[in-house]
């Protein structure tokens, strides 16, 4: 398990070069295997909780990365983190019930409060547009021999990608 990837996009720092090539890699394998209708399930038994106000695209294509590959997602009212007590109870039942916590629309103090108090791979909007894992999407079809498939699949292979590696 890589939390240390979780933790290089929670404080904002980006992957360094082996990490990038890993996350590509193991993106355009994952992509491979559900393009030939067999994706694997290298989440079963996961759990992931994601943290928001409301349903959103950034949470459905998160919901949809992860339970392609396996992993049980539940949703977490954001209100939650409101408040230092409850951010410690919820710290605890994160790290009791769940391997991975994407906080979608979290501010950033609290998200990293979360990390701290539940030591478990965090995100802060995963499946968000600005969020850095798409700054790989260009380097995603090169190499790869494979025609690029649509903007949506190729950011859910890299989702998918970050966590199995923060997962597994």
Same mark, same amino acid.
């Given at each position: 398990?890589?939390?240390?990837?979780?933790?290089?996009?929670?404080?904002?720092?980006?992957?360094?070069?082996?990490?990038?090539?890993?996350?590509?890699?193991?993106?355009?394998?994952?992509?491979?295997?559900?393009?030939? %209708?067999?994706?694997?399930?290298?989440?079963?038994?996961? *759990? #992931?909780?994601?943290?928001?106000?409301?349903?959103?695209?950034?949470?459905?294509?998160?919901?949809?990365?992860?339970?392609?590959?396996?992993? *049980?997602?539940?949703?977490?009212?954001?209100?939650?983190?409101?408040?230092?007590?409850?951010?410690?109870?919820?710290?605890?039942?994160?790290?009791?019930?769940?391997?991975?916590?994407?906080?979608?629309?979290?501010?950033?103090?609290?998200?990293?409060?979360?990390?701290?108090?539940?030591?478990?791979?965090?995100?802060?909007?995963? %499946?968000?547009?600005?969020?850095?894992?798409?700054?790989?999407?260009?380097?995603?079809?090169?190499?790869? %021999?494979?025609?690029?498939?649509?903007?949506?699949?190729?950011?859910?292979?890299?989702?998918?990608?970050?966590? #199995?590696?923060?997962?597994?």
């Amino acid at each position: 398990m890589n939390s240390l990837i979780a933790h290089r996009f929670l404080v904002g720092e980006g992957l360094n070069e082996p990490e990038r090539q890993e996350v590509l890699r193991l993106a355009r394998r994952l992509r491979a295997q559900a393009l030939a %209708g067999h994706p694997g399930m290298p989440l079963a038994g996961r *759990h #992931v909780a994601i943290i928001a106000k409301a349903d959103s695209p950034a949470v459905q294509i998160v919901e949809e990365a992860a339970s392609r590959l396996g992993a *049980h997602v539940s949703h977490v009212d954001r209100l939650a983190l409101d408040t230092v007590r409850t951010r410690a109870a919820l710290a605890k039942l994160l790290a009791d019930l769940y391997d991975a916590v994407d906080c979608d629309d979290a501010p950033e103090d609290s998200a990293l409060a979360l990390e701290q108090l539940c030591d478990l791979p965090t995100f802060l909007g995963l %499946g968000d547009e600005r969020h850095p894992i798409r700054q790989l999407l260009p380097a995603l079809n090169d190499e790869s %021999g494979m025609p690029a498939a649509s903007e949506h699949a190729d950011v859910v292979s890299l989702i998918q990608a970050v966590l #199995v590696e923060c997962m597994c």
